[in-house]
């Protein structure tokens, strides 16, 4: 069983900055994939970025140039740096851990993009 626990979410102004941290209870080398999801009121859960085992990146259209996803193998940790923060990336952030068979979510935490 993997536990992941999201931390760093919080109010921020637009054009601000927040870092969510997801620590996983388990060696993040055994996941194929790990990944950020956010899911906004009223709409779906949608891929923000993700990281894979040979450490390959990828990016929502949405988030390029602004986000970055990050590791940490030894602290079995997978971070979100989030730049430039718009309203509508107002949402609960959710790490995922892949592996070939399953995969897990954490609890979520809310970042909220507002004046």
């Known amino acids: 069983q993997v536990q992941l626990v999201e931390s760093g979410g919080g109010l921020v102004q637009p054009g601000g900055s927040l870092r969510l941290s997801c620590a996983a209870s388990?060696?993040?080398?055994?996941?194929?994939?790990m990944g950020w999801y956010r899911q906004a009121p009223g709409k779906e859960r949608e891929l923000v970025a993700s990281?894979?085992?040979?450490?390959?990146?990828g990016y929502a259209d949405s988030v390029k140039g602004r986000f970055t996803i990050s590791r940490d193998i030894a602290k079995n940790t997978a971070d979100l740096q989030m730049n430039s923060l718009k309203p509508e990336d107002t949402a609960v952030y959710y790490c995922?851990?892949?592996?070939?068979?399953?995969?897990?979510w954490g609890q979520g935490t809310q970042v909220t993009v507002s004046s």
């Open positions: 995922n851990y892949k592996t070939f068979s399953r995969e897990y």
């Open positions: 990281i894979a085992a040979l450490g390959r990146t």
């Open positions: 388990v060696s993040i080398f055994s996941a194929n994939e």
